[in-house]
């Protein structure tokens, strides 16, 4: 386990941090790559660096190793304000498919984790692998050489008794590296084959706005080009949602166990998107063997186990797994499709503009930070993941990998109290798929709830985390529920 600590930072410092990461709108969230150096002490079997990486804007930044892997996660945690309630249970904040935290940490005007912190929860955000700052291999995070390295250094340190041997190590590792390269280009070549249907798809019915197009190309190519330098570690480390819900978040949950020291061992836990999907699986995968899943109670916002009820806009690219699986693409580059698009979803003349509101309802994100959002909080996401995510648009719902097992048959099991919020004008969750999950759940143990108003406002999809208006009328829902349960 690494923890990166600063022990000194205060709210005005988080306040400025957050205020400089909002201006930078045009700047591409990229994962830091944190080493592990002379200047590190040792804590346990884990290190703690004096300063924690720039991106993260919470009070500490912590990293869990999961067993069985060499992954690293990163967990943002906000410390409890003194001046708030006391509470019982730490709160694990888990995020959408193809995220980091970002979202939950937007700006100091619109931060879901500093808010809940304010409010006395001692509050941590998972980025589980793959997204923001969890990475592999941390000890070794600074000799990570770049894709296309150069060998041409390999004899500078060869004697020359040893010449011949030195030279057949440097020709077998240059066919080696030639057919690395060889096989990255044809993963890039798929991936860039895959972007283009998807763009084109997206673009259907716009293309007579020619000029933007062809710009839409040029900035598509960039992104995959930015993208091509994360690929090596996506292709080489690919996990499915499964993987999420059996390693990772048990591993991050006995961590903050450990470092909150709570009476019962218990967590609170909120989940947005797939972070409330992964909550649900997990309520019904230790309802179903009689565990108890050390959650005290949950929430979970604009998710469900099933979407096949719905009208949910994602079924409109549940066409695109077929090409997925012929072209052997290992990974989806989301956070570059998005960065490509977004300039011509939010500009003149708005080509695209019919995909803002999958994210937010008109008026309920100021412009610079629905940017932000767009530019900094998605990620590249493996198809396995997206695959078996997949099957919650089939009949049964979501089931595991193995196919057997399907989540929403044994929710009815678990005994852990659950809030469920939807938002009225959610294109992704619609408030039917949510209730969908909602209605298998013991009616005294529930609690559902459609934001938003016949005349306005309205919620899509994100405006439950980080709307204009959330902190008025959905944070205070979430607050009640969780400190009456937290009283337990």
């Not at 999420?244 to 020291?261: C, F, G, H, N």
């Not at 909550?279 to 009689?290: N, T």
């Not at 997949?390 to 399907?406: H, M, P, V, W």
């Amino acid at each position: 386990m690494v923890v990166v600590l600063q022990s000194d930072l205060r709210f005005g410092a988080v306040l400025r941090c957050n205020r400089a990461l909002s201006d930078s709108r045009s700047v591409l969230w990229r994962p830091a790559r944190i080493g592990v150096g002379p200047s590190t002490a040792m804590i346990g079997n884990g290190y703690a660096e004096k300063k924690k990486s720039n991106i993260c804007t919470a009070d500490e930044l912590h990293y869990v190793a999961v067993s069985n892997s060499d992954w690293h996660l990163a967990l943002w945690r906000y410390l409890p304000s003194s001046k708030g309630p006391k509470r019982n249970h730490p709160l694990l904040l888990l995020s959408g498919v193809g995220t980091n935290a970002v979202g939950y940490d937007l700006s100091p005007e619109s931060s879901f984790a500093r808010f809940m912190s304010i409010q006395g929860f001692d509050t941590w955000i998972l980025e589980v692998r793959g997204a923001g700052l969890s990475m592999p291999g941390l000890e070794s995070a600074e000799f990570r050489q770049p894709l296309n390295g150069s060998q041409s250094t390999i004899d500078s340190a060869v004697s020359a008794d040893s010449k011949i041997r030195s030279v057949k190590v440097k020709s077998t590792k240059m066919i080696s590296k030639y057919e690395e390269s060889q096989s990255e280009s044809k993963l890039l070549e798929s991936v860039s084959r895959l972007s283009e249907r998807l763009s084109g798809f997206l673009i259907e019915g716009q293309r007579s706005v020619k000029p933007q197009f062809f710009d839409f190309q040029e900035r598509l190519s960039t992104s995959l080009q930015d993208f091509r330098n994360e690929l090596d570690l996506l292709v080489k480390n690919d996990w499915d949602f499964d993987h999420y819900l059996e390693e990772d978040v048990p591993a991050v949950m006995e961590y903050i166990r450990t470092q909150s020291k709570t009476k019962d061992d218990k967590l609170l836990a909120i989940g947005h998107s797939m972070g409330g999907i992964l909550l649900y699986a997990m309520l019904s995968r230790y309802g179903s063997e009689g565990k108890d899943p050390g959650l005290v109670a949950v929430t979970t916002l604009a998710s469900s186990l099933d979407y096949t009820s719905s009208k949910s806009s994602l079924k409109l690219l549940l066409p695109l797994a077929d090409p997925i699986q012929a072209l052997k693409v290992p990974v989806v580059p989301i956070g570059a499709l998005i960065a490509a698009i977004h300039p011509f979803a939010t500009r003149p003349p708005y080509v695209l503009s019919w995909l803002n509101p999958l994210i937010s309802a008109e008026d309920m994100m100021h412009p610079g930070l629905f940017d932000k959002l767009c530019l900094n909080n998605f990620c590249s996401v493996p198809s396995k993941l997206l695959l078996q995510l997949k099957t919650a648009f089939q009949e049964g719902g979501l089931c595991d990998r193995s196919g057997t097992f399907f989540y929403k048959h044994h929710l009815g099991k678990s005994r852990v109290p659950v809030l469920a919020l939807a938002g009225d004008q959610d294109l992704i969750c619609p408030p039917e798929a949510v209730y969908e999950t909602v209605k298998l759940i013991p009616e005294h143990l529930v609690r559902y709830k459609v934001l938003g108003e016949p005349g306005g406002p309205h919620y899509a999809h994100y405006d439950l985390v980080g709307g204009r208006l959330a902190v008025d009328q959905v944070y205070p829902c979430i607050i009640e529920f969780l400190a009456r349960h937290d009283m337990c």
